[in-house]
């Protein structure tokens, strides 16, 4: 796992340094040459922390939009829950790759990019999914990006949050990506929509916290 961050670093530093920082998810996913070993935040299996929310709510269905989808755990897992997913990644060779991996019926792989988002996606679903998203890119972008999350929410749908949180507690400055995300910052992405949810844990081998953030469109 060092190596693979330490590929990743360098991927990130020479993307950044050719005035480009985030090709760097386009040359991860070509780097590992459909290996997934290469991508540290796959893991074969849909977040836990939406695993939880999805027992929580158990049966309810509709459409849903999954945010930087990469190699498709969490999509997979919703659509096999029996909603209609449309996910999209800022990488093409993601896409191709996960095309290859899952093709279901019920989801709709695209090329996409949270800082451009699709216009027919506007106030279109009943669920947006963001993991590990904004946490992985630099704070100039990951403002405007996080500003497109709640538009894209229809009546009544909830946007779902899940990533690394600052612990105020720990003084060590995280040389990222990832970078954990302030607390104000979290708070901030729901922007006109109600806050129903704010799970936080820190797990014994970790000093940043882990946070899932729920927010519904009235």
Same mark, same amino acid.
């Given at each position: 796992m060092d190596d693979v961050r330490k590929i990743l670093r360098n991927l990130s530093d020479a993307a950044s340094e050719r005035g480009a920082p985030l090709d760097w998810f386009e040359d991860l996913y070509d780097f590992a040459g459909k290996d997934?070993? #290469?991508?540290?935040w796959s893991k074969g299996e849909?977040?836990? #922390?939406?695993?939880d929310w999805m027992d929580e709510y158990a049966g309810r269905e509709g459409s849903a939009l999954i945010v930087g989808c990469g190699l498709g755990e969490d999509a997979v897992y919703l659509a096999e829950k029996g909603w209609n997913v449309t996910a999209f990644d800022l990488s093409e060779s993601a896409i191709r790759w996960v095309k290859e991996m899952h093709a279901h019926h019920s989801i709709s792989w695209e090329v996409g990019d949270l800082l451009k988002p699709n216009p027919t996606w506007i106030e279109k679903f009943d669920l947006v999914l963001e993991v590990h998203i904004l946490q992985a890119i630099p704070e100039v972008f990951r403002i405007p990006a996080s500003q497109n999350l709640a538009p894209l929410v229809g009546?009544?749908?909830?946007?779902?949050?899940?990533g690394r949180m600052e612990n105020p507690l720990n003084e060590i400055e995280v040389d990222g990506p990832p970078w954990p995300l302030e607390r104000s910052f979290i708070q901030s992405i729901g922007q006109t929509l109600n806050p129903t949810d704010m799970y936080v844990v820190q797990y014994e081998e970790e000093e940043h916290l882990r946070y899932r953030a729920v927010w519904q469109r009235s």
């Open positions: 997934s070993t #290469f991508i540290p849909p977040h836990p #922390f939406l695993v009546q009544g749908g909830q946007l779902i949050c899940i």
